[in-house]
């Protein structure tokens, strides 16, 4: 029998300190290593969501809403 996959969730406010700059370079990487791993994950970003998804497309989504913040 197969594991059911939790979704993770990748959010602004676990991202350490509050220092803007700092918890978007970290989940950044979090996105990164999430993609890397083949993790399905979402993100949370305040009032922005990108709901959890995987792949090539699913990075870039994250990577902007992150850029966009």
């Given at each position: 029998?197969?594991?059911?996959?939790?979704?993770?969730?990748?959010?602004?406010?676990q991202a350490?300190?509050?220092?803007?700059?700092?918890?978007l370079s970290r989940l950044c990487a979090w996105v990164l290593q999430a993609d890397r791993l083949g993790l399905r994950y979402g993100l949370?970003?305040?009032?922005?969501?990108?709901q959890?998804?995987?792949?090539?497309?699913h990075k870039?989504?994250?990577l902007e809403a992150l850029a966009l913040c």
């Open positions: 029998p197969q594991a059911e996959r939790q979704d993770l969730w990748l959010d602004l406010r350490g300190p509050p220092d803007l700059e700092r918890q949370r970003l305040g009032a922005a969501e990108v959890p998804g995987s792949g090539q497309a870039r989504q994250c």
